[in-house]
């Protein structure tokens, strides 16, 4: 299994950005996806998923600003983060966790998100 993500950069305060995470060798439409990331000096945070049935689970700090889907046909998942701040700087990462277990058992190797002010 192999969990790609991409679409970080350099984006302005304010400012927008897409993330994907495209999956291999697994039947995506049978896993959760999820979203995380970690910013420097700090733990890995959750930052929202997409259910295997459909629905999101977002963390109470991206409500509103940040959105997730999913293409089932093409294996890929997308986050849409929009009026990023610098607090937003991270890397981030997807993951997958097979419906209706508890921990995510695969991991992308991430893609850094910077928000300069």
């Known amino acids: 299994v192999q969990l790609q993500a991409s679409g970080g950069g350099l984006v302005q305060a304010g400012g927008s950005l897409r993330l994907s995470c495209a999956a291999s060798?697994?039947?995506?439409?049978?896993?959760?996806m999820g979203w995380f990331r970690q910013a420097p000096g700090k733990e890995r945070e959750f930052v929202g998923r997409?259910?295997?049935?459909?629905?999101?689970d977002y963390a109470d700090s991206v409500k509103g600003r940040f959105a997730i889907s999913r293409d089932n046909s093409k294996n890929t998942v997308y986050l849409q983060m929009n009026s990023l701040s610098p607090e937003d700087t991270a890397v981030y990462y997807c993951?997958?966790?097979?419906?209706?277990?508890?921990?995510?058992?695969?991991w992308g190797q991430g893609t850094q998100v910077t928000v300069s002010s």
């Open positions: 993951a997958a966790r097979l419906k209706r277990s508890l921990s995510y058992r695969y």
């Open positions: 060798r697994l039947t995506f439409s049978r896993y959760d």
């Open positions: 997409s259910n295997w049935n459909g629905g999101t």
